[in-house]
């Protein structure tokens, strides 16, 4: 049993490793072959723990191989194009500028009631208000609405905005975010004479506490009586 | 580049060690079915107890050593069946039972070779 408990807790940290040197764009499933790689490597990695015969170098050789192949096409495929069609997909278009592209659709075997189904999921409640219809290479459908039925904004309306800036956690649990004051270009005694004008003395009572795109704080305090934290900047 | 590079690295620690140790394991595998051919099996043939005590019992104390870089590399059950071949071969010496000592030694030299022959890239074990 304990060779079992040692064996997991070296896989453990052997995939936490293979998960972080193959990065956020695996993870992201932005594809079906890297989603099936990321499931590879998790069905590997139980092998060496339910069997112990198998040694822990054999199911280790077969991950970092999966990784190895996965980083190297990865990388090929950012220098040349063909290759990433390749392994990736291209996107198909399914409605080109109004028009249903029958052909692909038959072809990616949707039916008509798929694609509509697709077009409501994605707030669009015909065909005729869409424009394009792409279905992206991980599955998804992407659709871009006519020009008439799109929302307005304030582009539209001739309005002019003030640039926004990342909002940023100042607080968490009472633990102030030194680097993203720093970020946000708050500073510690600006931040406390903010939190005393919304009456908080205490840091160690603020369960949240971040500044939004136009630079307001928001704070959000803990109650001991409630399950919920209530903002108090308001 | 740095994930590549880095997988690169992965790859070649377990690469890089594996064939050091089939090269050694060849040489290792060789060794056991030598002695136990030219020297064992000759001694047991003409009854000469004492030269086939000690031969297998040299491949024997090798073994060991060999068995536990072997635990790395190979499946734990194969080595395990060997090595009970081995020591069965062993006990069949000590009690002078020249048949069982023939037999288990050919046995042995088998399991050795397929112990060696399973590891080495042949289309029979890729595929």
Known sequence: MLIIFIRTVLLYFIVLFVIRIMGKAELSKMSP??????????????IPIESPEVSLITGVTAIFTLMFIQILISYISLKNEKFKNFFSGRPSILIDNGNINHKELKSLRITINDLMEQLRLGSAASVSEVAYAIMESNGDLSII???ENKPLTPKDLSINKDDETMPVV???DGVIYNKNLLISGWNKDRLEAELLKAGVENCNNIFLAFCDGVGVLHIFVKDEYSAYAKEVSK | MKSLIISIVCMLVLVVPW????????????????VIQHETVPALSNKDWFKAKESFKRVMEDWKKFKRTSDYFLNSSSLNDTNIIMNETYSHILKHDEDDAAACSSKLIQMLELLHDNEQITPGNVF
């Not at chain 2, 064939?19 to 030598?34: H, R």
Request: aromatic share 20%.
């Open chain 2, 19 to 34: 064939n050091i140790y089939n090269n050694y394991a060849n040489y290792k595998i060789e060794y056991y079915s030598s």
């Open chain 1, 145 to 147: 609405q006519k020009p």
């Open chain 1, 170 to 172: 100042l607080i968490s």
């Open chain 1, 33 to 46: 072959f890297q989603m099936v790689v990321v499931f590879m490597i998790a069905e590997l990695a139980s």
